[in-house]
């Protein structure tokens, strides 16, 4: 794994390790038919400037995942830690996209962007100059004045992609950001993350139900099993640095890779099938 230079403003004494580990977490939760194990026995490491997809099938927990990472969710076992820190709130240089984006629909674009510098503590001028930067990198440029009733979804998402990169954060977890877009807009939004993300240095993890997505963008793909979820297997991503996202996708690479993971995730896309079916029946 090459290193990448961090661009943080600011430069805390981080370990020399991963930047997030998950050290045998589970999440139970309770419901009115008792307690609910959404995952279980997790152990992951992310390293700096890696990029990890998770693809399983539907409601096995991916997003829980994110959710033990980011502080959002407590675990109810084991151990999560970010930048050698155990998680016990929301962590320092932690970025979060969602699916569904956080744009404020009675902000400008200049200052949807600028709003997480300035909840920081930065002057209203130092954030909407940073702001301003990040909308011109994510190709919005001439767009600072438009509000979100007048962008196209895609430029919505350029948009959230903006608001969690302008803090340059040195982890950055995204829960199925471009699944709500059209097939060519999706391709143009993965080539942009690449874009903007390589030599950042910042350990992203990507959940996806896209098995090709996650084999565009990642250096390793982790498959979670039916749910209650853990990690059934990782697979290393054998694809050269930069890539196009549809360039690569006609690769013979790409296709080998798409086989071997699919074999694994395929298995439990089929008992989650099997016991939809069973619960209707």
Request: net charge negative; hydrophobic share 40%.
């Amino acid at each position: 794994m090459s290193e990448r230079a961090l661009p943080q403003e600011q430069s805390p004494e981080r370990p020399a390790g991963p930047l997030i580990e998950l050290d045998g977490a589970a999440k139970r939760f309770r419901s009115a038919g008792g307690v609910h194990t959404a995952v279980r026995d997790l152990h992951m490491c992310v390293g700096p400037g890696e990029f990890v997809a998770v693809v399983g099938p539907t409601g096995c927990g991916k997003s829980t995942t994110l959710s033990l990472v980011s502080g959002l969710e407590p675990a109810s076992e084991g151990r999560i830690l970010v930048h050698g820190r155990e998680v016990d709130g929301i962590p320092d240089g932690v970025g979060y996209m969602f699916q569904n984006d956080a744009v404020l629909p009675w902000r400008s674009v200049l200052d949807n962007v600028a709003a997480g510098p300035r909840y920081r503590g930065a002057s209203r001028r130092a954030a909407r100059d940073r702001a301003r930067d990040w909308v011109a990198r994510v190709g919005l440029a001439g767009f600072e004045g438009y509000y979100p009733h007048q962008l196209s979804g895609g430029m919505r998402k350029r948009v959230a992609l903006a608001q969690t990169l302008v803090n340059e954060p040195s982890v950055l977890l995204m829960d199925e950001p471009f699944s709500a877009l059209d097939v060519q807009t999706r391709g143009l939004m993965q080539d942009e993350l690449l874009r903007l993300w390589s030599g950042s240095g910042a350990a992203v993890v990507f959940v996806t139900h896209d098995l090709e997505e996650a084999l565009v963008l990642s250096d390793r793909v982790v498959v979670m099993t039916a749910g209650p979820a853990t990690i059934k297997g990782t697979f290393d991503v054998p694809l050269d640095r930069p890539r196009d996202a549809e360039e690569v996708r006609l690769t013979g690479e790409f296709l080998d890779i798409y086989r071997e993971v699919w074999d694994s995730l395929r298995e439990e896309v089929q008992i989650t099938r099997e016991r939809g079916a069973g619960n209707a029946a």
